[in-house]
C-alpha cells in the first residue's frame, strides 16, 4: 500500500482563492519532504523542499509567496495554492524519503483552476 | 549529478523483455544509478537502483557496465501495465534530507498485445 499520501487527489476551485494540497507520510517520519509539479506532458519539476519546523526551501523561479508549504509535524506536509490563477492547473505531487536509496511518492494531486 | 541520457519513447510486444538504455558517461565513482517509472496521472514509483554490480528484484533487474558509463532497465515479462515514463536517474545516495531528484525526460514505453 501507500507509503505516502496525498489528498485531495483531484481539486478544482475558481480563480482567486486558495486551495491547499496535504501530504501525509503513513508509516515513517519525514523531516524532509518535497513537492514538484508536472505540466501535461512535461516531466516532473522540483517546486520545493519542506522542511519540518522550519522554512521551506524555493527552487528558483518558485514564488513562496504563492506557494505556501507547511510542515508541522513530522507525517504531514501542505502545500497551498494562493490566489490560484488557471495557469496554477497543474499536477502536484509530494515525496518523502526513508532510509538512504528509496523515495516514496504519493499519488498526486490535480488541481484545475477555472 | 551525472546527466543521462535515454531515447525518448520504446515499444515492446507484451510478454516479451523490454530493454530500456541509459547513458551516463560522466557518472562519478560514488554515484549510484536508480530507476523510478511514472504511470500515466500517478505518482513516480521507485524500481531499483545500483552501484556497480548488477541488481535483481521483484520488479526488474539492472545491468550496469563495467566502467559504468551506460546501464539498462530490464523487464523481463512485460505486461500491458508496464506501459509507463522510465526515469534513469544518476546521483549520490541520499539520506531523508536530500532526498530532492531531478527528473529528465524519460524513455516513454508502450507495450503492445
Known amino acids: 500500500g501507500a507509503v505516502v499520501s496525498q489528498h485531495p487527489s483531484r481539486v478544482i476551485c475558481k480563480s482567486g482563492t486558495s486551495v491547499k494540497i496535504e501530504c501525509r507520510s503513513l508509516?515513517?517520519?519525514?523531516?524532509?519532504m518535497f513537492w514538484y509539479r508536472q505540466f501535461p506532458k512535461q516531466s516532473l519539476m522540483l517546486m520545493a523542499t519542506s522542511n519540518e519546523g522550519s522554512k521551506a526551501t524555493y527552487e528558483q523561479g518558485v514564488e513562496k509567496d504563492k506557494f505556501l508549504i507547511n510542515h508541522a509535524s513530522l507525517t504531514l506536509s501542505t502545500l497551498t495554492v494562493t490566489s490560484a490563477h488557471p495557469e496554477d492547473s497543474s499536477f502536484y505531487i509530494c515525496?518523502?524519503?526513508?532510509?538512504?536509496?528509496?523515495?516514496?511518492f504519493g499519488e498526486g494531486s490535480w488541481l484545475t483552476v477555472v | 549529478d551525472a546527466k543521462t541520457t535515454q531515447p525518448p519513447s520504446m515499444d515492446c510486444a507484451e510478454g516479451r523483455a523490454a530493454n530500456l538504455p541509459c547513458n551516463h558517461s560522466?557518472?562519478?565513482?560514488?554515484?549510484?544509478v536508480y530507476w523510478y517509472r511514472q504511470i500515466h496521472s500517478q505518482g513516480p514509483q521507485y524500481i531499483i537502483h545500483g552501484l556497480k554490480n548488477n541488481e535483481t528484484n521483484e520488479m526488474a533487474s539492472l545491468i550496469i557496465t563495467e566502467d559504468r558509463k551506460s546501464s539498462t532497465l530490464i523487464l523481463p515479462h512485460a505486461t500491458l501495465r508496464d506501459t509507463a515514463v522510465y526515469y534513469c536517474?544518476?546521483?549520490?545516495?541520499?539520506?531523508?534530507?536530500?532526498?530532492?531528484?531531478?527528473f529528465g525526460k524519460g524513455t516513454k514505453l508502450s507495450v503492445k498485445p
Open positions: 515525496s518523502a524519503g526513508q532510509g538512504p536509496h528509496t523515495i516514496y
Open positions: 536517474i544518476v546521483r549520490v545516495g541520499y539520506g531523508g534530507s536530500q532526498g530532492n531528484l531531478i
Open positions: 508509516d515513517f517520519q519525514a523531516t524532509t
Open positions: 560522466t557518472i562519478s565513482g560514488n554515484e549510484y
